[in-house]
C-alpha cells in the first residue's frame, strides 16, 4: 500500500434527536515514515477520526486502511503493528516503571526489550522507580515508552505534551524527533502550534468534521499569501487610548496597500499578512493619520500556522489562547 493512513469518505454520525454528523465524508492519506500533524478546535471531529483509526470507534461509512490492512477483518495483526499514546494514559501507581513497560510488552509476538524501550525515552534511571514518584514529564515518557515497546510501524500520539513544562515539552520532541529519525510514520494531535511547526512534515487543518487544508507547515503559512503579520489596533486621535472597531472603508482601504494579501478583524484588532513591511508599516500610519486615527498598538512578527488556522476556522486553539 501507498499510504500507512488512507481513509477515504469516512462518515461518523451519533444517533440522537437530531443524529450528529461528528466526521463528514472525510479523506485523510499520511505517507510512510512521515510525522503527520492533525490540529482543529473543539468540536472538529479530529478526536473521533483518531478513535476510528486507533480501531477504538466504528466509523459508520468510509474506508480505513491502516499499514494495508483494514479494521473489522485484520484487527490482531493491525494492533501488532501500531502503538497508542492516548491523552491520559492511566498506569498503575504502584508498579515500577520497568515493570509497567514490561506489562506492556507482554502484549506482543515481536518487541523491544524493557531496556530497549526505557533506553528511547531516557527513563534508564528510573527503572526501578515506582510510577507514583515519577514526574509529570518523566509520566508521559514512561506512556510514550508504553506505546512504543511494540516497535510500531504505527505510532498514535494523542496530545503528548499537554500539561507539561518547557523542559518536558522538548524532552518528548526530541523523543518524536528519534523515532521519525528511526523511519517510523507518526500521527502527532496537538494543541501546539509551535509544536506541529517543528516536528510535523505535513499538517491537516480539521473543522465540522472534515479536513479543510492539509500541507507542510511552510505551504500552509505561504497559502496566506505573505510571511510577515502586522497586528495592531486604532483608536481616535481625541481618545488614543480607547480602541475602535474599525470602519469598513478603512479596512478596504488596507487591503489595497502594497503587499498587503489579507486582512482581517478579529475583536478590535486588525490583523495584515503582508510581503513587505516597512513599506506596510509606514503605509498604514499614513492611512490612519489622513482618517483622524492614531495606533494604540503595534506589533509585527512572522507569519505561522496559528495565523493560517485562525484564518481557516475563525477560532484559536484553546491551548495558544494566552
Given at each position: ?7 477515504r ?32 478546535p ?38 501488532q503493528r ?13 508498579l ?29 534511571e528510573k ?10 514529564g ?9 506505546a512504543?515497546?511494540?516497535d ?31 523511519g517510523?510514520?507518526?500521527?502527532l ?47 481616535k ?86
Amino acid at each position: 500500500m501507498k499510504f500507512a493512513i488512507d481513509c477515504r469518505n469516512l462518515r461518523k454520525t451519533y444517533l440522537a434527536k437530531p443524529p450528529v454528523e461528528a466526521v463528514r465524508g472525510l479523506d485523510l492519506q499520511v505517507h510512510y515514515g512521515e510525522c503527520f500533524g492533525v490540529l482543529g478546535p473543539n468540536g472538529a471531529g479530529k478526536t473521533t477520526t483518531i478513535e476510528i483509526l486507533e480501531g477504538l470507534l466504528p466509523a459508520t461509512s468510509g474506508e480505513v486502511w491502516i499499514l494495508g490492512r483494514q479494521w473489522g477483518r485484520d484487527d490482531r495483526e493491525i494492533r501488532q503493528r501500531i502503538g497508542v499514546s492516548l491523552q491520559e494514559t492511566v498506569l498503575s501507581d504502584e508498579l515500577t516503571v520497568a515493570e509497567t513497560v514490561r506489562l506492556f510488552r507482554s502484549f506482543y509476538r515481536h518487541a523491544l526489550t524493557v531496556e530497549q524501550a526505557l533506553a528511547q525515552v531516557s527513563l534508564q534511571e528510573k527503572a526501578k522507580s515506582r510510577v507514583n514518584k515519577l514526574s509529570g514529564g518523566q509520566k508521559q515518557r514512561l506512556a510514550v515508552a508504553c506505546a512504543i515497546v511494540s516497535d510500531p510501524e504505527l505510532l498514535f500520539l494523542d496530545e503528548p505534551t499537554t500539561g507539561l513544562d518547557p523542559t518536558s515539552r522538548r524532552e518528548v520532541w526530541e523523543i518524536i524527533r528519534q523515532l521519525r529519525a528511526n523511519g517510523r510514520t507518526i500521527l502527532l494531535t496537538t494543541h501546539y502550534m509551535d509544536e506541529a511547526q517543528r516536528l510535523c512534515d505535513r499538517v491537516a487543518i480539521f473543522d465540522e468534521g472534515r479536513v479543510i487544508a492539509i500541507g507542510t507547515p511552510d505551504e500552509l503559512i505561504r497559502s496566506l499569501g505573505g510571511d510577515q503579520v502586522v497586528r495592531f489596533s486604532f483608536a481616535k486621535r481625541q481618545d488614543p487610548h480607547c480602541p475602535v472597531d474599525p470602519p469598513t472603508e478603512i479596512l478596504d482601504t488596507m487591503r489595497a496597500l502594497p503587499s498587503v494579501s489579507l486582512v482581517e478583524n478579529i475583536a478590535e484588532q486588525v490583523r495584515l499578512t503582508c510581503q513587505q513591511l516597512p513599506v506596510v508599516v509606514t503605509a498604514l500610519i499614513e492611512l490612519l493619520r489622513r482618517h483622524d486615527y492614531v495606533l494604540s498598538d503595534l506589533n509585527t512578527r512572522e507569519a505561522s500556522l496559528d495565523d493560517v488556522f485562525i484564518h481557516l476556522t475563525g477560532k484559536r486553539l484553546e491551548s495558544d489562547a494566552a
